[in-house]
């Protein structure tokens, strides 16, 4: 079946570039997203990227896919300590529902 | 434009009982998705509706159930409460961009409480 997974926590130094991973099964998926939750909230589109596609870069964020290991990332440069939160990436494969990551903790320290 | 809006927020409900959470959509979004987020199992799909149909639904009970109107907001429904259903209930509605991409935007999500 469809699987997601992530690394579950992640701490940089602000001002560092941060890079989280994550990894899929579904060789059918057609569009992947990165979202962003923090504390006692919803969560927040960040961005996303069409299956064919390499490379997306979006301000300070910057996903890279390689779909023949399936393997999706996020970059964010120049991390802040507004940008601490839960990031779940997300994959829409052949049965159109959304399967979600189990979440990576960016914790950013000064 | 308003976000996607949920009601109640907060809930504390008793075992076997049951419940019905809300959710507004993002006008001019038909689709609507609900999601149970709980530390254990993380974010599981429960159910899509789309112009008042069931499109797509996820690995659930039949206690679990869902439905939309014609102005697309959604209602969710838990009959016979369990421990287990304890979760934040998020909601999402959508909209398919010129490209096919299908963007979902989240609303707050309802924090259930089952004692």
């Known amino acids: 079946g469809e699987d997601v997974e992530q690394s579950l926590f992640l701490s940089v130094r602000e001002g560092d570039s941060s890079v989280i991973n994550c990894t899929y099964t579904d060789s059918s998926s057609t569009y992947l997203y990165w979202y962003k939750q923090e504390p006692g909230a919803g969560l927040q589109l960040l961005t996303y990227i069409f299956s064919n596609m390499d490379m997306k870069q979006d301000q300070r964020l910057t996903v890279l896919l390689n779909k023949k290991d399936k393997h999706l990332s996020l970059r964010i440069a120049d991390t802040q300590t507004g940008d601490s939160a839960i990031y779940f990436c997300a994959e829409r494969g052949n049965t159109d529902k959304l399967i979600f990551g189990t979440g990576t903790r960016l914790q950013v320290f000064p | 434009k308003a976000g996607v809006t949920q009601t109640p927020r907060y809930l504390i409900k008793t075992r076997g009982q049951q419940v019905t959470l809300s959710c507004s959509p993002i006008?001019?979004?038909?689709?609507v998705s609900w999601y149970q987020q709980t530390p254990g199992q993380g974010l599981q799909f429960l159910f899509e509706?789309?112009?008042?149909?069931?499109?797509n639904k996820g690995n659930f009970p039949g206690r679990f159930s869902g439905r939309q109107f014609s102005n697309s907001r959604s209602e969710m429904n838990v009959s016979t409460l369990e421990l287990g259903d304890s979760a934040l209930y998020l909601c999402?509605?959508?909209?398919?961009?010129?490209?096919?991409?299908?963007?979902?935007?989240f609303g707050p999500g309802t924090r259930l409480l089952v004692l």
């Open positions: 509706y789309f112009s008042e149909t069931q499109r």
């Open positions: 006008s001019g979004h038909r689709s």
């Open positions: 999402a509605s959508s909209l398919v961009g010129l490209a096919g991409q299908e963007t979902q935007y």
